[in-house]
């Protein structure tokens, strides 16, 4: 600093004259919160070695140990059934290259190993309710591989500082305790991110889904098992693994009562109705989410999904852009049927690879609460989609969201779903029978971000909705409620709204 105003700052000093810091912005001084929403990886599988965080680095074995069905030491990890990458991909990975893989986790991506490129689309894994629920094991996280339909493939994670969004999440904030919402898959994880809640389905058992409702020990928990056999050998069989659990909650993928659904319309019915007699299709929802007590305050939102409008229009297809119904929560709700108002106005294309998205952010037009699923070749899931490929597509997002005019009392959180099926180290923290499950990462992103900092502040998806709740002054969904209060009964706390990771003002 040049001396003469070095010199300048001492004699107000003397004077009692200081320069006042720049006021810290309040809660109240965001205007925007984006929430983009990615595919099934657990946090260790893409951040497990990221500086700082509850990671990889010095666990101990009985950290990652997996334990078979009888509860016994795997000598081995079992091998990845079917091999590592879905049969159309190359380079194939067949199943012979991992047998007798040591019992603990491993890069899936190390050049002298099974050299599985972030670029390579790895087959699926289960990622189902009561499984997950099983690999959890009390806290334990030691039957990953053993109820899983992928063998040793759960316990893969790769060098995630290679991608775009780890330097990102190195800029700004990363949340290294942050769980999915509920246990098992995509289906029931989107309707926690809006409305807290699990979809039911009255009657299931005179209804058309009647042979989806799951077998279950009296636990509610595990499913009954068909044969116990070592999972070195083969995968696991159950009696009845059904999308509906025996109480009628649909926990497993159902598929929207509207369109675009992955069921069609009835033979002579109404073409913006999925046919009601099949046996995978839920009826309307009535559970309030938070679009409607957002739109009751008068507070502007939208739900952007990639290549919605293409798909209306029947040009989906496997590949691109793979567009998922049952990653669109607001289409199952009878508020969102079509011909509605509220379906017009809320649910909008997002656009292929997110072009009409892209359109809204540049030209500052983004909704005070603003959802983006992108579609399926560009959200990372395994079986259909890489990790490059989308992590690429959320961070030309972001780069778009921090050129907005309304980048400046904005905050952005990316996470994803649900795990996937792989592997973490950190147990969820006890609450009620839905969930938290398995620990997945979320990035916060915002001029009011901390800066370079890792928040060790224990989440889970409802924190988007707490963050909602609390700053547009809305009521709390009853499923948060309840969630508090069972954390609170075995002896935890109540998860934050994602505040901490921000320099608010009184926060």
């Known amino acids: ?27 109240n001084d965001i205007q925007n919160i984006v929430v983009i929403y990615a595919e099934n990886r657990s946090f ?80 699926d894994l289960w990622h189902r309710f009561y499984q997950n629920q099983m690999q959890i094991h009390g806290g334990r996280n030691d039957r990953f591989a053993a109820w899983a339909d992928s063998g040793g493939l759960v316990m893969g994670h790769y060098d995630g500082s290679h991608l775009p969004l780890w330097k990102i999440a190195q800029q700004y904030t990363l949340a290294d305790h942050f769980f999915m ?85 009835a033979p002579g019915g109404n073409p913006a109705l ?4 099949a046996e995978n299709r839920l009826p309307p929802q009535t559970a309030i989410t938070i679009g409607d007590l957002l739109s009751a305050k008068g507070v502007s939102w939208a739900w952007y999904a990639g290549a919605w409008k293409a798909t209306l229009e029947g040009h989906n297809n496997r590949t691109n ?17 079509p011909g509605t108002e509220q379906r017009t106005k809320h649910l909008k294309d997002g656009g292929l690879a997110g072009a009409e998205f892209l359109k809204a952010v540049d030209s500052g037009a983004l909704e005070q609460v603003t959802f983006y699923k992108p579609q399926g070749n560009l959200n990372e899931h395994a079986g259909y989609a890489d990790i490059q490929a989308g992590d690429d597509h959320i961070a030309d997002v972001i780069a778009h969201l921090q050129k907005s005019p309304q980048w400046k009392n904005m905050v952005v959180i990316v996470t994803y779903d649900e795990n996937g099926g792989f592997w973490d180290h ?82």
């Open 321 to 337: 852009p793979n567009f998922q119904f049952h990653h669109q929560p607001f289409n199952y709700f009878a508020s969102m049927a």
């Open 44 to 123: 260790d599988n893409l951040y497990g070695n990221f500086p700082g965080a509850d990671g990889l680095k010095n666990l101990k074995p009985a950290k990652y140990r997996q334990t078979d069905r009888d509860g016994s030491l795997m000598k081995v990890l079992p091998p990845v059934w079917g091999g590592v990458t879905e049969k159309s991909v190359m380079p194939v990975i067949p199943e012979s290259r991992t047998a007798d893989m040591p019992n603990k986790p491993f890069a899936l991506d190390d050049p002298k190993g099974l050299n599985s490129a972030l670029t390579v689309v790895t087959r």
């Open 181 to 265: 919402g509920a246990f098992g898959g995509s289906f029931l994880n989107h309707q926690w991110l809006i409305c807290a809640c699990v979809p039911v389905y009255p009657n299931a058992d005179q209804s058309p889904a009647r042979k989806s409702i799951a077998a279950v020990e009296a636990d509610g928990v595990t499913l009954k098992v068909a044969t116990i056999k070592s999972a070195i050998g083969n995968q696991p069989e159950f009696i009845s693994d059904g999308n509906i659990s025996p109480d009628f909650y649909a926990v497993n993928t159902m598929q929207p009562p509207y369109q675009p659904s992955n069921v069609k319309p």
């Open 274 to 277: 999925a046919d009601p007699a």
């Open 1 to 27: 600093m040049p001396v003469r105003k070095l010199a300048l700052l001492a004699v107000l000093a003397v004077a009692g004259i200081g320069f006042a810091a720049a006021p810290r912005p309040a809660l």
């Open 426 to 507: 950190v147990a969820p923290p006890k609450a009620d029978r839905w969930g938290p499950g398995t620990r997945i990462p979320a990035i916060i992103i915002s001029d009011y971000a901390k800066k370079g900092r890792v928040d060790h502040t224990p989440y889970d998806t409802t924190s988007i909705l707490r963050l909602i709740t609390r700053r547009f002054q809305l009521p709390v969904l009853p499923g948060i409620a309840d969630r508090d209060a069972k954390l609170k009964a075995n002896g935890g706390t109540a998860l934050g709204d994602l505040t901490g990771a921000l320099n608010l003002f009184g926060r």
